[in-house]
């Protein structure tokens, strides 16, 4: 009986040597260069602009946003998008609508700050996806769309 358990503990013992021995094979991995172009999906569509409120510099403008829209005596933009604008991304890329005008500020997310905004859409009797829109844009493929839709 002792010897059948001394030869399992050499058996394990040369088993264990064997399996941690000298590793110095190198292995050798098949390297397949890749030369795949990535297109930066942050890019921030649009055209330069400057329409300044009290408390807000508008600089960029999407789809013709700073022909369409204007800044009155109480500082408040008046902006009027027309039919069939909206800001839509498919995420299977077949349905999207990219034609909404937007117009963009830069803010400093390295500092605390408050939106506050108001926005009143024009709602008509037959009117039927009519909207008030307010985004939080960080580029083409990344926002915030808070939509008021009739």
């Known amino acids: 009986m002792k010897s059948n358990f001394y030869f399992f503990c050499i058996l394990s013992v040369l088993t ?40 807000i510099h508008f600089t960029k403008s999407i789809n013709g946003a700073d022909t369409l829209a204007k800044a009155d005596a109480n500082g408040k933009v008046i902006f009027r998008a027309g039919e069939k604008k909206d800001y839509f991304s498919d995420p299977n890329g077949e349905l999207s609508n990219n034609t909404a005008p937007i117009l963009l500020s830069k803010v400093d997310n390295t500092k605390p700050f408050t ?18 829109v307010l985004y939080i844009y960080v580029n083409d493929n990344f926002y915030q769309k808070f939509c008021f839709e009739q």
């Open 16 to 55: 264990l040597l064997l399996a941690c021995g000298n590793n110095n094979q190198k292995e050798v991995s098949e390297v397949t260069p890749k030369n795949n172009k990535k297109v930066d999906s942050a890019f921030v569509n649009g055209t330069l602009c400057d329409i300044k409120l009290p408390n």
């Open 115 to 132: 939106l506050i905004s108001k926005v009143t859409p024009e709602f008509t009797e037959k009117g039927l996806y009519n909207a008030g």
